[in-house]
């Protein structure tokens, strides 16, 4: 059995925070791996295939023409700024692999804080010399460490490619920070409910709010809502402006999102009880309806 804390620590809400971070990571060292190389592997492999699909200038131009003036593709992809490499990857996967970063960052929390606690895990760990607030910050750590570890290797694979080594960092530090601010916002919904599935329900809705919100502001034309953009974290992506005019201080949009959720899930947790959510439970009806009572429609 793994000690989780050496006596004389008992008095810091923080005590075994390393301890179960280490047995976090030991439990998601597949999955997180997985993702992290999906992840980088989909952007480097992305802009590795422009290049070669696109190499001329004009060839470039000319996809910036067409995403330009598809409503559509703007509201898969997002706006396009320049016709350079470094801009069309960033169209064509930046939103994508901020919410990819978003969804590892979502289970990673909900996993080991409200999962674990409904199941019963995070009573029995807490039984031990465990701060109250320790679960919490090493799911926290946890998944920080994953979506970090995706811009740490961008930063380094994607001037690989021949991309700017500028360009690259704020394309990696911009998808990164898009899994910090989820991060955050996961710990919240894992606060509110009782249930696992429906503090990932919360989290994932948040989640697709903010890939519709960028839609809808970069499909917009000059007349409507753009503004939209700029309400989503999937979005700060491409208004970092990666490779064109960068600009680096949109980055503190996503931190700001993240450090703000993360203070208010540990306010939330201090106001809750053990295993129970913020939210009130909803069991459902107490009997079935007509169409469950016969054999039929039971099959």
């Not at 597949?30 to 989909?42: H, M, P, Q, S």
């Not at 890939?211 to 499909?219: I, M, P, T």
């Given at each position: ?11 810091t809400g923080l005590t075994g925070t390393g301890e179960l ?187 697709g709010a903010a890939f519709v919100l960028r839609g809808v ?83």
């Amino acid at each position: 059995m793994t000690v989780l804390a050496r006596p004389g620590r008992a008095g810091t809400g923080l005590t075994g925070t390393g301890e179960l971070a280490r047995l976090a990571v030991r439990r998601d060292r597949t999955g997180l791996a997985a993702a992290v190389y999906v992840i980088t592997a989909g952007v480097a492999g992305t802009a590795w295939a422009l290049k070669r699909l696109y190499p001329t200038p004009a060839g470039r131009a000319a996809l910036a023409a067409t995403a330009g003036s598809n409503p559509a593709l703007r509201f898969l992809y997002g706006r396009l700024d320049g016709t350079s490499l470094g801009s069309i990857t960033t169209w064509r996967y930046g939103a994508w692999a901020g919410l990819f970063a978003a969804l590892v960052a979502i289970f990673v929390v909900i996993r080991h804080t409200r999962s674990d606690e409904e199941a019963g895990r995070l009573e029995l760990v807490g039984s031990a010399v465990v701060g109250r607030q320790a679960a919490l910050v090493a799911a926290l750590a946890t998944a920080a460490a994953g979506v970090l570890a995706v811009s740490v290797l961008l930063c380094a694979v994607l001037p690989l490619t021949g991309l700017p080594a500028a360009g690259s960092a704020l394309l990696g530090l911009g998808i990164g920070c898009c899994g910090l601010a989820f991060t955050g916002i996961a710990a919240v919904a894992a606060q509110l409910t009782s249930a696992a599935r429906a503090a990932r329900g919360i989290a994932i809705g948040a989640l697709g709010a903010a890939f519709v919100l960028r839609g809808v502001g970069d499909s917009a034309g000059a007349a409507g809502p753009s503004w939209l953009s700029w309400a989503s974290p999937l979005a700060w992506i491409q208004l970092a402006r990666p490779f064109a005019a960068e600009r680096w201080w949109v980055l503190a949009l996503p931190l700001a999102v993240g450090a703000a959720g993360t203070g208010l899930a540990f306010a939330l947790a201090a106001r809750r009880d053990q295993g129970a959510g913020l939210l009130p439970d909803r069991p459902g009806r107490a009997t079935a309806s007509a169409v469950l009572r016969g054999p039929f429609g039971l099959a």
